[in-house]
């Protein structure tokens, strides 16, 4: 039997005005809030209390937006989109050809000489934490 979880108001207060949540303006307000957002999700996410999580998905959808109004997402050929993933990850073929299933298919992918197949697309979502769609 499973026990619900109560949403208390007054500990969501406190941590509202702990984390001090803004329309990110800034790369330093960005780098503040991805930090508290780190610091809660990496402590273990099944233990996070009902006001920890809509913290959190207040954060995310606040950081969502900066990232839309200052980093959009080209319309790029789904390699191009792998690519730049990686860079910014800086990631090489090595670190990524397992969810491929061989090399040389990680290197066709990469060079765009093979689609990237739902299955690998759906791989490389969970890797990325992105939409799988990206790739296809």
Known sequence: MSTLSIF??????RLLSKALPVKIRTEAEYDRLNAIIRELVDRDEEGLSPEEERLVDL????????????????????????????????LDHKDIWQLFGSQDVASEVLNGRRAISREQAKKLGDFFKIDPGVFL
């Open 59 to 90: 954060l995310s959808d606040l950081i969502q937006q900066y990232d839309e109004e200052h980093y959009p997402i080209k319309d790029l050929p789904p390699h191009q989109m792998l690519r730049s993933l990686m860079d910014d990850n800086d």
């Open 8 to 13: 208390d108001e007054q500990k969501y207060a």
